[in-house]
């Protein structure tokens, strides 16, 4: 029995950290060291407690090609509390910067307060394929790692300049939002494929200036943008640069500075689980 519950305990775990990925039954039995049989059983239990927590869902395929899938819940409780803390923070006086801006780096690359996040944001795209998540370097990173670990994909990181490191690239110029400056982007022609389904996510929106450029360079390599996610935007200007896009924080500039989650991310949060 104490071996059932060390494999329980590894299994579970495994799962988790491989959420909407196919994982052979073959590797799974091998990475354990049961029979298939076993492990199905093993499996059934796990499957068992994962969907009566409300944690997500267990999918099992059988024959030759056979595998299970873990499809990860969004953790609403987690989530709502998670919103209201960094709400709390960002009203801290001093994150107001001399030049007007929110600081922000230090809760960014905190994994315990962005991944909860990441899973929030990458809630409304659960349904929809969704090839890679894109950002743009550097404070973006930290919150699409979070948002693609979510939906089981990889990150498209766009530069601010060419590497040479990374071959060939193709980059534009526009106009920054918030500064109001000429600014340039960069992708390598080999990181991204044709025709690709990609969700980008970045840390912060004004007008919506970089979403936009963004989205116009991907467009370029043939992907489809199915959404826009951000961390902060601004109230301000009400009409952005990108037709739609998900905020998960509203900042009013304007004194005094006040920081609130968005409307559709309180509703998510507050929203029961379809069964």
């Not at 071996?3 to 959420?19: G, M, N």
């Not at 948002?147 to 300049?161: F, K, N, S």
Request: proline share 4%; net charge neutral.
């Amino acid at each position: 029995m104490r071996e059932r519950y060390k494999r329980l305990i590894v299994l579970t775990s495994y799962l988790l950290d491989h959420p909407r990925i196919q994982l052979s039954l073959t590797e799974l039995s091998g990475i354990l060291h049961v029979a298939k049989s076993t492990l199905s059983e093993d499996l059934m239990f796990v499957k068992g407690i994962l969907e009566s927590s409300g944690r997500g869902r267990v999918m099992t395929q059988v024959g030759v090609q056979g595998g299970v899938i873990y499809l990860p819940s969004l953790d609403r409780k987690r989530a709502k509390n998670s919103l209201h803390k960094w709400a709390e923070r960002l009203m801290e006086p001093e994150r107001l910067t001399a030049d007007g801006f929110l600081y922000m780096t230090d809760l960014l690359f905190d994994p315990a307060m962005v991944d909860p996040l990441g899973e929030l944001l990458a809630a409304p795209f659960n349904k929809l394929h969704v090839d890679s998540v894109a950002t743009v370097e550097t404070k973006g990173i930290p919150l699409a790692m979070a948002c693609a670990r979510a939906l089981g994909t990889e990150v498209v990181l766009i530069r601010r300049d060419s590497r040479l490191s990374e071959g060939s690239a193709l980059s534009i110029n526009y106009l920054s939002g918030s500064s109001r400056r000429i600014q340039s982007m960069s992708l390598s022609r080999r990181a991204l494929k044709p025709g690709s389904s990609v969700l980008f996510v970045d840390d912060f929106m004004k007008a919506g200036g970089t979403a936009r450029a963004a989205s116009d360079l991907l467009g370029e390599f043939g992907a489809t943008v199915v959404g826009v996610g951000v961390l902060v935007a601004t109230r301000e200007p009400a009409n952005k640069l990108v037709d739609k896009f998900w905020s998960l924080l509203e900042w009013q500039e304007n004194a005094p500075s006040r920081v609130v989650p968005s409307e559709w991310a309180n509703a998510l949060c507050e929203m029961r689980e379809e069964h």
